[in-house]
């Protein structure tokens, strides 16, 4: 998303490392203020994030690194066999793999997808990394009932697969509680789940995160764009210096964090 920023904003990529840096700061500024500095983590990529993941591997955060090839369906992973790829992965950063998936998917595009999600899954248990598995209903399938989530997930059990963390986006407590029951079932180790964003307005994560108030394996939220897309399109249209997007970011996650405190009591 932030290379597409870049593009309408008339600014080579080259500036996206630079604004990751910022970015990170941002987020170390805020998780302190907040008292989070052992509860926080990023999500940041190879292509334009490996300064911000130097600056912030050893330091005790929670570490995620995307391995897909952006937007792809089927899922494609960006830099080939995912063996190849973790073996010069720091122990601590966690694989996240994100697939479009939906049940009525045809027959040929789930095989291949499953297939490499399962590879992906073996591949992690042989490096040691700990696998993050996002799901998101494809755009392209008006049907989005959300009670799809829980037939994707049994699905992915089913074939051996058990994650350590789940990324999903804000569903009903019905359905929360309905998961939880299924990874008490089927993995009662896993670590947990963390929300998703999709770029969706404050008011409409703060419901989510009051949906799944009573989700005791809901651990926490990864909503980027939420927090820092206005401010870095600002950024990098040059309407905001360096400090202003700072404490833009950070205002915007100190926000949240409220919002989820407030939710969970």
Aim: glycine share 10%; hydrophobic share 40%; with cysteine.
């Amino acid at each position: 998303q932030l290379a597409d920023m870049a593009r309408e904003a008339g600014v080579d990529e080259s500036k996206i490392p630079a604004l990751k840096v910022l970015l990170l700061k941002a987020a170390e500024e805020a998780a302190r203020e907040a008292g989070l500095e052992t509860k926080s983590g990023i999500l940041a990529d190879t292509t334009y994030g490996q300064k911000a993941l130097n600056a912030i591997t050893g330091k005790g955060w929670w570490i995620g690194r995307p391995i897909e090839l952006p937007g792809s369906r089927p899922l494609r992973l960006e830099h080939g066999n995912i063996g190849s790829q973790l073996i010069d992965w720091p122990a601590e950063h966690v694989v996240k793999c994100l697939v479009f998936y939906h049940p009525h998917d045809s027959a040929e595009m789930r095989k291949e997808q499953d297939e490499l999600v399962l590879d992906v899954w073996k591949g992690c248990n042989k490096s040691g990394h700990e696998l993050l598995l996002e799901v998101i209903l494809p755009e392209s399938n008006h049907d989005r009932d959300e009670a799809h989530y829980l037939t994707i997930l049994s699905h992915f059990y089913q074939l051996g697969i058990q994650p350590d963390w789940w990324k999903l986006p804000p569903l009903s407590a019905e359905s929360w509680q309905a998961i939880g029951g299924l990874i008490e079932q089927q993995d009662p180790h896993c670590r947990g789940i963390l929300l998703l964003g999709l770029d969706a307005p404050e008011e409409k994560l703060k419901a989510g995160f009051a949906a799944a108030a009573q989700a005791p394996w809901v651990k926490g939220f990864a909503v980027g764009r939420t927090i820092f897309g206005q401010p870095s399109r600002q950024w990098l249209q040059g309407e905001l210096d360096d400090t202003a997007l700072v404490e833009k970011v950070k205002g915007n996650y100190l926000r949240l964090i409220g919002y989820w405190r407030a939710a969970r009591g």
